[in-house]
């Protein structure tokens, strides 16, 4: 199909925003490793910035961003041969530690308020810095069109997919309660993330025409095609973020029942 996912939010204050997320995320995840001895999260961040650079890395080196992709931090312009590096940083870290967030507050520690607390004031401030950015983006040019079906990419999300649900069977069944949480920790993160810049007209799916011009692709097409985005593209495919080190005993949790 000829959809592509288009964005025009990079040199428009997006990785400020991230930037300023990543301080706050890396403040949690000190506090909760120094006065709860929870590791958990440091963990998590390390394989969200590994797997994130590497995917984004795989993106611009096969020219599924475009040619001129690049991406603009406090001033400087970045192009796509080291923008992957700052995606890995200040996009990957904060997927892993806000969906595993939302397994940890609403499962794993439901009745500590002070966890339910800074999770959701992440929450808040994700969805104000989202549409500062979509707000400041609108009118700009795109800098990113996506094909939302090259075949590399559906088979590598796919593979993915099946590799986290293996490992989920090889750890045992309560693996696959964590995976589900972890999934839909990271389809809210996606939404309050993203969806602010959908509505606001910065990020959104497109048609091309034969001059090679990008229009937003209409009515029912338009959301079946964002929700795919949200629920396969971005959350679906980076359960392998959560399902590699909880695997491998490097995050620890409850062996019982769920």
């Known amino acids: ?36 001895k929870d590791r958990n999260y440091l963990v998590l961040f390390l394989s969200g910035v590994l797997w994130q650079a590497l995917m984004e890395y795989r993106l611009i080196s096969g020219g599924l961003r475009g040619s001129s992709y690049g991406l603009s931090f406090f001033g400087v312009q970045l192009p796509g041969s080291v923008s992957w590096l700052f995606q890995g940083l200040f996009e990957g870290g904060l997927i892993t530690v806000l969906s595993y967030a939302f397994l940890d507050t ?11 607390r800074l999770y959701l004031g992440m929450c808040a401030l994700i969805v104000i ?26 088979f590598t999300g796919f593979a993915w ?3 986290s649900l293996l490992l989920a069977w090889w750890k045992g069944g309560e693996m696959f ?16 993330t ?19 011009h990008y229009a937003a692709a209409s009515g029912l097409d338009q959301w079946r095609w964002i929700l795919w985005s949200h629920l396969y593209e971005v959350a ?17 949790l409850p062996r019982g029942k769920s």
């Open 129 to 154: 810095l989202a549409s500062s950015v979509g707000w400041m983006a609108r009118g700009h040019a795109i800098t990113s069109a996506r094909p939302m079906f090259a075949p590399g990419s559906i």
């Open 177 to 192: 309660r964590w995976l589900g949480w972890y999934y839909w920790g990271t389809v809210v993160y996606v939404l309050l």
């Open 1 to 36: 199909m000829n959809l592509y996912l288009t964005r025009s939010f990079d040199r428009s204050g997006y990785y400020e925003t991230r930037f300023l997320l990543t301080l706050c995320v890396l403040a949690l995840v000190g506090y909760l490793a120094i006065r709860k």
């Open 106 to 116: 609403f499962r794993l520690h439901r009745g500590d308020l002070v966890r339910r």
């Open 194 to 212: 993203f969806e602010p810049l959908h509505l606001l007209g910065v990020r959104y799916v497109a048609v091309k025409d034969a001059a090679g």
């Open 161 to 163: 997919i099946w590799l």
């Open 236 to 252: 679906g495919t980076k359960i392998y973020y959560f399902a590699i080190p909880a695997a491998l005993g490097l995050v620890r």
